[in-house]
């Protein structure tokens, strides 16, 4: 059993920082200590193996050229696509390991389990693709270099009004993932504000479920135009493949949890054609920036990168800038510095963030197509 489970978490927190301050720091003559928490394993382990490679990517160019005379030192968490692991990582890194930053995670049920850990630990966690609003309301030291729900919420129920025609939206959402019902609520809202009309029903479905035949047979009674299914591929492809297979034929639109590679193989050839999603990233984008980055990343991993690619790569990036314009290489003075972080050139787009530490960026739409996604077009804030 660790020490952290055999002390009562507030009086272990509060022994820690006795000992530590709030801003201690692990940092020798040639190491910053930096913490990673992504899921490695489990029901989206593809994010967090995406966004390592990103991470690691970036991180031979930022040792290449050092950090103030040190290099950055990875310690990485897997936390098994759980909130609570997720918890106990964070939890560890920033008692026992005592990293100056932890960058992580994906899901944002995820991060909101870690980011009050965090923030009392007075330790800056900064995620590169939890979306969820609350994410930065955990306090101060949390922060974004993606957009919000908000943001690519909106984009999605104007693609369906004004691109794809459609006025009458049926929702389908993951009932526990704050992610999914986060971006439920803003389709239903900015859809209905436009003149659209949204089915008053949500149906929902719960993480690892694998059939959705009942669910879908009720939904296309009400015969919607367009579908909005905020959740992640595992799920997304599963119901697209049956959705098809059932002759439902309204498009389905995504967002940013769809951005696998699994999901054309759970869709199938039939269940992917047809659908739209909103993410970070694409890899046709002709920005110089993104092209190089591809031919690296191509290069290092034989494949074509993903948003969570991307965002990884972006995060660590911005940390690395962050503690270059830190006035010390301690916890508290490197918060300052990437919260003041300011049209930073991304792989994801310029990133700026605003007084509550999310990122004001664009968002891309692609068309899922059983090749790949293919790039529309690219949505500005």
């Known amino acids: 059993m660790s020490l952290i489970k055999m002390l009562p978490k507030n009086l272990f927190i509060a022994l820690t920082l006795t000992i530590c301050g709030p801003s201690f720091s692990q ?59 997720t918890a106990n990582a ?73 691109n794809l025609k459609k006025m009458k939206a049926a929702i389908i959402v993951e009932a526990s993932s704050d992610y999914s019902k986060g971006l439920a609520k803003v389709f239903r809202e900015s859809f209905t504000k436009m003149g659209g009309t949204v089915i008053a029903e949500e149906y929902s479905y719960q993480s690892g479920d694998t059939d959705f035949r009942t669910l879908l047979r009720k939904l296309s009674r009400s015969k919607p135009e367009v579908i909005f299914l905020p959740g992640y591929y595992e799920e997304a492809g599963l119901i697209l493949n049956q959705a098809r297979s059932m002759d439902i034929t309204a498009p389905f639109l995504g967002t940013d949890g769809w951005d696998s590679p699994k999901l054309q193989e759970k869709a199938g050839e039939k269940g992917i054609v ?79 963030l605003d007084k509550f530490r999310n990122a004001k960026k664009s968002a891309v739409v692609l068309e899922t197509t059983p090749h790949g996604n293919e790039f529309k077009f690219k949505v500005s804030p």
Do not use: W
């Open 27 to 85: 940092v020798n003559d040639k190491e910053i200590l930096v913490g990673t928490v992504f899921p490695m394993t489990g029901g989206i382990a593809t994010y967090g193996q995406e966004s390592m490679n990103g991470i690691n990517l970036a991180l031979k160019k930022i040792n290449h050229e050092g950090v103030k005379g040190h290099i950055i030192k990875l310690i990485n968490e897997d936390n098994k696509s759980e909130a609570i692991e």
């Open 274 to 352: 047809g659908n739209y999603m909103s993410s970070h990233f694409s890899a046709e984008d002709t920005d110089t920036l993104v092209s190089n980055f591809v031919k690296e990343y191509e290069a290092a991993y034989k494949q074509k990168p993903g948003a969570m690619a991307a965002l990884g790569y972006d995060g660590i990036m911005v940390i690395a800038d962050s503690l270059k314009r830190a006035k010390t290489l301690t916890r508290s003075d490197l918060q300052k510095a990437i919260v003041t972080t300011k049209n930073y050139k991304g792989i994801t787009g310029n990133i700026t």
């Open 90 to 162: 964070v939890r560890k890194l920033a008692h026992i390991d005592k990293v100056i930053a932890i960058l992580g995670s994906v899901a944002s049920s995820h991060t909101l389990a870690g980011a009050p850990i965090a923030q009392e630990a007075k330790v800056p966690l900064l995620t590169p693709a939890s979306t969820n609003e609350e994410v930065t309301k955990k306090g101060d030291y949390i922060a974004r270099t993606c957009f919000t729900d908000g943001f690519q919420g909106e984009v999605m129920a104007k693609f369906a009004k004004e």
